[in-house]
């Protein structure tokens, strides 16, 4: 089993043997006196072909899978197949590769080899994430902990939190990633000083995507720990490159440049030529932002001096260039335009879409001044692209919410057959020392039981009903954001290019609001205030001398802190707007207050439009975002036990302009 062990480890955990580990082995496999004592043999040989000897690779493998058949051996018949797997994974063979990580899997079945199938859930887990398929990579990271938790077994249940964590990370899920980075570190050997710091380096990385500038400074400090530790002058280079990043990231440009030129001379120490041009691209670009131009002519001739630049630090080379031009002044805009030129058609055949949405907003800048209808196009384009990469990634995160959902439901439910086993196995055996001992333990047995059950089933509930409310969010958001693209939109069409700019770059901080907020189970009143101001200003440029709006927020709500759960008011503010028509009378008026009453938070959206039933009947009223608000209060009612509700009624009986009052009752939340 040992030994079963270590050859498993060997195939997910490769390590670049030398010419002699070959040799040794092959005198190792001459010694064998059984078949069984060279199975071992063949799979050090065969995964160490792999990335080298594709056909070296198949003959060992073949030769194993032959042998464990023949002795019905199924941790070698799992192994081999495994093997398989990978050799048709580094063909580009995916549909193969899959087909073979499955076969292993059954193979494992009959001895129940845990261990195995920890490893080969993983490997099939990663080659579902490579196909960007997260959902699936979710699930089968979550089997592979499930079987490692079973076996107790750190470093594989380490391995399958972090590619969990990743699959989080790649959808736009930075605070649940984070959870599980910081979930991973116990997990990890105190002196495996390599692991530790790339597990630090995600969490800076988590830590800097959220703004949070201290915890990032400290994570990116115990990456440079950790490299210390592992004396190794590629991870310490790394490590200073990450720090400097780190830095950037959070806008510290005079820390980061002392930091990326301590990673730039590592480097060169070393002689890895890519890392250091990527160090002084980054550099060049801060010094951009300093408008110290020179020194960033100066790196990016020295990096494209180089040799044998990958694809992606040309482009990124290229676009650098590119920003040169544009600080140097129109003189350089044509130069600048062929730069993005050249790097565009680089990120297409590498599939870059996100270098694509940069390559667009800076071809926007360059024709500005010459060519507008021409800087407008790319603009549009520079948006929809990075739309369209925001929208991926809000699909992705809703699938894997919904994944973890169900797994969650499941791994609950087998929860509950063990329990309920257990109570049996316990019953039974307290039955044999005599039926009124028997009675008295299961009596106790059965209540202490019962209290955990009903302690259990609560927070499961709650924890069912957040995430149920992270999803009714995310189903929101589309909805919110297409009208609010229309407001902008309609104005696009009747104004200059340079307003459009001014607007498109007001929707761009909405919609980065909105999205924000749609991951967050509560935000501060000042921050909802904020996002419906700004929605509020761009909805009023289809109407700007036919409607005012005003928020007000009862003081003491604001002392004590008390938070909302995000965009429950806007909807009903967006019904104003369509519905009330305001165009047919100047002194249109929306009025939005926050008022603390009967230990709940009040909202009420007024406006002096038309009214209800003077714009469409109740049977369309009740919208998508009614029923939406209606499920959220629902799920609130179900976690906090209170009772919880939303009206809507006419303001004034007697008049033409009925107008509409909205009144929503929310827990007080802080």
């Known amino acids: ?115 195995g199938r920890t490893m080969i859930y993983s490997e099939l887990a990663y080659q579902f994430r490579s196909e960007g398929q997260s959902d699936s990579s979710y699930f089968y990271f979550d089997k592979a902990f499930q079987d490692a938790l079973s076996d107790a077994d750190s470093i594989s249940m380490a391995s399958a939190l972090n590619g969990m964590a990743l699959n989080l990370k790649d959808a736009g899920g930075y605070q649940e990633a984070l959870e599980i980075f910081y979930r991973i570190v116990p997990y990890v050997a105190e002196n495996d000083y390599t692991y530790l710091s790339a597990i630090w380096t995600n969490i800076s990385l988590m830590q800097m995507k959220l703004q949070r500038q201290t915890e990032a400074v400290q994570a990116a400090e115990q990456v440079v720990h950790y490299a210390k530790q592992s004396k190794e002058d590629d ?53 951009l932002e300093k408008d110290r131009l020179l020194l960033a002519e100066e790196l990016l001739r020295e990096v494209a001096q180089q040799e044998g630049l990958t694809k992606l630090l040309e482009i990124s080379r290229l676009v650098t260039l590119a920003e040169l031009c544009l600080k140097k002044g129109k003189a350089f805009y044509v130069e600048g335009l062929r730069l993005l030129d050249e790097a565009e058609q680089l990120s297409r055949n590498a599939l870059q879409v996100d270098r694509l949405v940069t390559i667009y907003g800076l071809r926007a800048q360059l024709l500005e001044s010459t060519q507008p209808t021409q800087s407008i196009m790319a603009l549009k384009r520079h948006y929809q692209l990075r739309d369209s990469i925001r929208s991926a990634e809000s699909n992705r995160y809703a699938a894997l919410l919904q994944t973890q959902y169900e797994t969650e439901k499941k791994n609950r439910a087998i929860a509950s057959l063990t329990q309920i086993n257990q109570a049996q196995e316990a019953q039974l055996l307290w039955q044999r020392y005599g039926l009124i001992a028997g009675a008295l333990v299961l009596l106790f047995g059965f209540g202490f039981g019962y209290v955990v059950y009903l302690n259990t089933k609560n927070r499961q509930a709650r ?88 928020i007000s927020i009862e003081e003491r709500l604001l002392d004590k802190g008390v938070q909302v759960p995000p965009m429950f008011a806007q909807p009903f503010i967006e019904n104003a707007i369509e519905h009330g028509k305001f165009y047919e009378f100047p002194d249109g008026h929306i009025h939005i207050r926050y008022t603390e009453e009967a230990g709940l938070l009040k909202i009420e959206v007024e406006d002096n439009g038309l009214g209800i039933q003077e714009t469409h009947s109740p049977r369309e009223h009740h919208s998508l975002s009614g029923t939406i608000t209606q499920e959220r209060l629902h799920l609130l009612e179900r976690k906090f036990k209170q009772s919880l509700s939303f009206t809507i009624q006419p303001l004034f009986q007697e008049s033409t302009r009925q107008g509409t009052r909205v009144e929503l009752n929310l827990p007080m939340l802080y």
């Open 463 to 550: 924890k069912a009903a957040d995430l149920e409310q992270r999803l009714l969010r995310l189903q929101m958001n589309p909805h919110f954001i297409f009208n609010a693209l229309g407001a902008v939109q309609s104005y696009m069409l009747s104004a200059n290019s340079v307003k459009a700019g001014i607007y498109l770059a007001k929707f761009a901080k909405l919609m980065r609001q909105v999205l924000e907020a749609s991951r967050e189970e509560r935000i501060p009143l000042e921050r909802e205030k904020s996002i419906l101001e700004n929605y509020l200003e761009i909805q009023s440029l289809r109407f700007p001398s036919n409607f005012a709006y005003t």
């Open 235 to 287: 991870f310490m280079a790394r490590a200073l490159m990450n720090k400097g990043m780190i830095f950037k990231g959070l806008n510290m440009p005079d820390s980061a440049l002392v930091y990326l030129n301590q990673a730039n001379t590592a480097f060169q120490d070393i002689d890895n030529r890519n890392a250091q041009a990527e160090c002084r691209i980054q550099m060049a670009g801060i010094y």
């Open 1 to 115: 089993m040992r030994l079963w062990c270590l050859s498993f480890c060997l195939l997910v955990f490769s390590q670049a043997f030398s010419q002699d580990f070959v040799k040794e082995t092959l005198a190792e496999l001459q010694q064998a006196q059984t078949g069984e004592d060279s199975l071992y043999t063949y799979v050090g040989l065969a995964d160490w072909y792999i990335d080298m000897h594709t056909d070296s690779a198949l003959y060992y493998t073949e030769k194993g899978l032959e042998i464990s058949k023949r002795l019905r051996h199924y941790k070698g018949l799992s192994t081999y197949t495994f093997l398989l797997g990978k050799i048709a994974r580094s063909e580009g063979r995916a549909a193969k590769a899959k087909a073979y990580f499955h076969q292993a899997i059954d193979y494992c079945a009959p001895i129940n080899y845990t261990f």
